[in-house]
C-alpha cells in the first residue's frame, strides 16, 4: 500500500522539491499545508501516513502545530525540515516525540533515508 | 563574536550557494558600511531576526545569477524574474542561509534568535531604504552575475 505524506512548509519551492523526490521514490503527497494552521486541519481530513514539516511559517509556526497534531494523534509520524537547528529547537522538538529533525538543505538521499527510519 | 555577527552570514551564503547548486562565489571575503540606501541589482530578499538582539539579512542577487539559480534548482527554464516561481526561489534561499548562520549563532552565543518568514521584491535600482540602521555589506561574484549580502544589527556595528 503506497504511503501517503502531508507537505507543511510555506515555501513553494520545497514543495514541489520534496513532492518530486517523494513521488519519484513512490509516496503520494497527499496534501500541500502552507502553514502550520492548515497543516493540523488537513492532519485531520487526511490521516496521512507521515509528515513533513517547517519551522518558521505564517499564522502558525511548525512546532505549535506539530504540538496540536500530536495532542490529536499521539501515533501521529513527523519529520521537521527546517533551516533551522539551534539546539533549543532540537530539544523542544524531541519533547513533541518528533521522529526525526532535518535540517535544510536536503537531497534525496536524506529524504528518503528519514523517511525508511520512521514508516 | 561582533565581527562572528556579520562574517558568519557570508560563510553560510557561500556554503549553502555550494552545496545546493554547485557554484563557487568568489570574493565576499570583506565588509563595507552601507548608507541608509541599498540599490537592489535584480532580486531582492530580506529576512529578519529576533532574540537577545533583532537583526536582518538582505540577499541581493543580479537577473541572471537570480535566473540560473531557480532554473537550476528547479529543472525549469524560467527566463523572468518576475516570475513568482524565480522570487520564491531566492527567499528560500536567504531562509536557508539565515538558518544555517543563525543556528551557529545560537549555539556559539545563546542569543535565541528565531526567523521571521521572508519577504521578497524585484526591479533593478530599485531603493531599499533602512534607515536608522548602520548595516555592513559584501559583495561576490558567480559565473552568472554578482551577489551582495547586507546584515544590520540593531544597536551598531561596534
Redesign the interface.
Known sequence: MIKRILLVDDSPIIHRLLRKTLESNGYEVCGDAKNGREGVEMYKSLKPDLVFMDITMPIMDGLEAAKLIKELDPQARIIMLSAMGDDEIVGQAKELGIDIFLKKPFDDYKIISAISKVI | MDIDLYQIFGTSTKN?IK??LDLDIKGMDSLKEEPGEIHSMGVSSIITFAGTRKGRLLIDMEPGLALYVANT??GEEYDNIKN??VL??V??IN??V???A??QL??SYSM?L????PIVFTGQDVIISIPKISSLSSWGDTDYGRIRINIAWEGGNS
Request: glycine letters at 4%; aromatic letters at 0%; charged letters at 20%.
Open positions: 549553502i552545496e545546493m534548482l528547479l513568482q516561481m520564491s526561489t527567499s528560500e531562509n536557508i539565515s538558518g544555517d543563525v543556528t545560537n549555539n535565541r528565531r526567523l521571521a518568514p
